[in-house]
């Protein structure tokens, strides 16, 4: 059991990590009518959720309309956009969304950073879009967002696409710090206490990692992805970090999603990468999704970005299976 005072404390030693990467909901509006993906015009048009929150959404591609559900937490859809979203819009119309405190949108006036929160957030988005359905795809901790997201709305999902996808945030947490330990020099690193509690070993781990710049070995195979990576984050015309620094303090994150994939009967492609223990190469072998496919890919935790072709291909593999609307 993760205990949220020591989960608070480990964060900030994770903060640049995860930016690299990642109540009951208020009455939504009415839904507008639904509109064919051809007719939602590319740009980036208003969306203020229902209670209040700018959000940032941009529109552009052709095909099925897709929502990217980032994660980090908190790390923005920029990220993703530039290093393989892009690739993808030939074949799916994607909706490249800024969760509420991140990136390019703006921050909650009430701090209501709930996971119930999220998803509502989701949820107005699809309605003013004015989108019967659409395909979910979520990379890394937004796995937990999306999953709760279809599980909520499941008439809403036409397919989910999971990249690393994290459903059970504490499992995960394990798999890095057992391999982010490994990665630090024999000589010099202070030893690790199995006894202790997670989010004090996790913190621990990720803080030496952040100290002796090797954040991007844990997340990339080869030092010029990571490099890349980087540059483009360093290069977002807005980051909104509030949401990283909420999300810890909020229990509902830390719970295991992997029961909840068992009722979920949309289509769903799971995308793993081999070497990635920033989710952990064996984390999608949890899921229990009844229709579920899994691709893994060499590589660590961004395969749209390590291994580009192959990922695209997975995607358009899988999206070709979906029926298209009228």
């Known amino acids: 059991m993760i205990k949220l005072p ?11 990590c995860a930016l690299l990467l990642g109540a009951a909901p208020l009455l939504a509006q009415p839904a507008k009518p639904a509109r064919a993906a051809a007719q939602l015009t ?32 908190g790390a923005g859809s920029y990220g993703f956009e530039a290093l393989g979203g892009r690739a993808l819009e030939p074949r799916l119309q994607m909706i490249y969304l800024d969760q509420r405190g991140s990136g390019r949108s703006a921050s909650a006036p009430s701090k209501d950073y709930s996971l119930d929160r999220l998803v509502q957030d989701l949820e107005d988005v699809r309605q003013q879009l004015g989108l019967d359905k659409w395909v979910v795809m979520a990379h890394s901790f937004g796995g937990t967002i999306a999953t709760a997201y279809a599980a909520r709305h499941p008439e809403r999902v036409q397919a989910l696409i999971l990249v690393n996808g994290i459903l059970n945030l504490p499992a995960t947490m394990e798999a890095t710090t057992t391999y982010g330990y490994a990665l630090l020099p024999a000589e010099g690193r202070p030893p690790l206490d199995p006894a202790a509690p997670l989010p004090q070993r996790w913190g621990m781990v990720m ?11 844990l997340m990339y195979a080869a030092d010029t992805a990571a490099a890349r990576a980087s540059q483009v984050v360093r290069s977002q015309p807005q980051r909104n970090q509030e949401f ?44 229990r999704f009844p229709r579920q496919q899994a691709v893994v890919l060499p590589g660590k935790h961004y395969p749209f970005q390590e291994n580009p072709r192959a990922f695209q291909q997975a995607v358009a593999d899988f999206v070709g299976q979906l029926p298209r609307g009228k």
Do not use: N
């Open 42 to 73: 590319s740009g980036t048009p208003t969306i203020t959720t229902t209670d209040g929150v700018r959000l940032f959404v941009q529109v552009a591609g052709q095909g099925l309309p897709c929502v990217f559900v980032h994660g980090g937490p």
């Open 6 to 16: 020591s989960l608070r404390r480990a964060v900030s030693a994770a903060t640049c």
């Open 207 to 217: 803080g030496l990692l952040g100290q002796q710049k090797l954040l991007g070995k």
């Open 244 to 287: 990283a620094s909420a999300v810890f303090q909020r229990p509902e994150y830390l719970q295991d999603f992997t029961a909840a994939s068992a009722q979920l009967t949309m289509p769903v492609l799971v995308i793993s990468g081999r070497e990635d223990y920033v989710t952990g190469p064996d984390h999608y072998k949890s899921f």
